[in-house]
């Protein structure tokens, strides 16, 4: 880490992320210029296609909902000075294990059997993210270099169970039997339609309830509770932790889980929400986009999910975008993304010096 | 199995392991120095990228080498200038990079080609063709780049101070040799080596460059640096293992064996990640990174 520096609280959480991400879209724009289209329609695009109409919006608001869960993910781990990047390889774990809950329960009425598969996916992500953090808790292997050999196993495990194992019979497609309708998460749009309020039609569905009901758990985890304390006092200095009687590796194993667990809320929202079956690379590199989301909410739940949103804005919009300007696909969203994490996390000490600079030269003009 | 299979089979892994191995010699490079690097399948992938492009405009795979070595050293620099001079979070970092690499080469393959992230096909003189015993010349360049990566890094002055940076790089800062400029270089060298083994991909075992066609090769090369434990000869000993695996994963799809039975390819294909997990608990053996890896060097301390 780089030598800390005295800024204003208002200035660390949100001039320097929003220069990060202000200078991510000047690079995305320049990007866009270089193969010849034309930045500021794109921009048009991307905003009318994700907020300028309600079904738009609905979708904006169901991708916020995957970000949500994979961001805090990753922010759970980072309190404890775990880096999580195996957010992929958990929430396809949690998608199997969703599969196997409601495949196999399908005799159970819906209020039974939407928590259970709810709970199968937190228990199959935080199994896949515990394995990980014992073995950088107790055998000191580096916790990335696991994480990533495990979302490549994760990725072929579940190959080989959609393609020998869970495929129907008569299937052609590696996917599995579609889930029993009453374990359905309803829609956004029926949900009102019994209230009798009309809105578009959309993916949005009642897992945007569930992210943001998590973002106010991790809060008060992280910020109101003992657990959540012992987890920062290990992620700032875990010998202070020895000390204080907390013990690093009892924290790194269950933030791992926690973290799993949350990841798993993205298979949630794709699979019980969305798609009610299980298929192939249903995570499509969410879980590296959340990498992205919590860097820029400073690991904190209000930050990320104003990040969050910020993303599910590039993503529909970028959807509808490559609609207008075919030139500019979707891949925009993963360059924008990286780019952000590069600002936001590699390059932070950058804009942050720079910001402390102008500062203390405001100060000395004042005095 | 007969022995022109077994040839055969030896032949392929030997072609699947060379994209491994550049790889892994890049990683060894620059995390014995002290930066971790996880950027490799993404430096890999704009080398494929740049070296495909190059190649095809130029009509001279040469020159889509450079090119690539080009592509693949930029991006090592971005990440040197964040790890490094920035003293930013090199995990980060890398992952940026490995993003920024996948959506670039789709979206300006795209834009260049409008056939769905693909360079046009690569034929003749544009292609690395066989220069002995059926490989191309970049087959020899990567195998040749072992004894050197060994014999500069564990012979001479340069690479002993390279390796001390890894390891203490306070030592070497009061020897009053530069930390920044050892690591750079060891980042650049990465770089070209990475440049090399994405060239590879796209112009000489394939013919023109596919959207993500590292398939994270990066990570299992990752994996094989671990297995070495840091080591250039058996970096050589570990891609070739892997890239043997892959080939008869290849070799047994659809195949019943006397006894077993059909062996699934996905459980081949899972072994180079099992092994590097077995591998880092600490059960066989105990792989230890050099200490100074990951960690930004601040001078004042």
Redesign the interface.
Known sequence: ???PLDLPKWADTILVPAISVVAAFLVAGL?VL????NPFSATRYLIQGSLGTGEGLGFTLFYMTDFIFVGLAVAVAYHAGL?N?GGEGQATLAGLGIALVLNNLTFLPGFLLIPLGILGAAAFGAAWAAVPGY?QAK????I???T???N??AS??I??LLV?VLREPQSMNPETHAFPEQSYIPFMHEVFAVFGIEIPASQLNLTLVLALAASYFVWLLIYRSRLGYAIRVVGSNPAAAVYAGISPARITIIAMVLSGALAGGLAVNELMGYQHRLLLEFTSGYG?VG?AVA?MGRAHPVGIILASLLFGILYQGGAELAFEQP???R?????????I??FA??????FRRAVAHVLTRQKLARA | MDLSSLVTVFDSALRLSIPLLAACLAGLWSERSGVVDIGLEGKMLVAAFAAAAAAYAFGSAWIGLIAGIGASVVFGLIHGFASISQRGNQIVSGVAINMLAAGLTAIVGNAWYAQGGRTPPLEGVQRFGDALFGHSALVYIVLLAVPLTWFVLGRTRFGLRLRAVGENPAAVDTAGISVTGLRYTAVIIGGVLCGIGGTYLSVGQSAGFLPNMTAGKGFIALAALIFAKWRAWPALGACFLFGLLDAIAIRLQGISLPGIGEVPVQAIQALPYLMTVILLAGVIGKAIPPRAAGVPYVKER
């Open positions: 880490m780089s030598a990007v270089g193969i010849g289209e880096f990047i073995l055998r000191g292997s580096h990335v270099i696991t990533i050999m495990f490549w196993l072929v495990l190959v080989y020998n590296f990498i860097l030139a500019i696909t891949d925009m969203v993963v360059v924008i993304g990286g780019i994490i590069l996390g590699a390059l932070d000490g950058l």
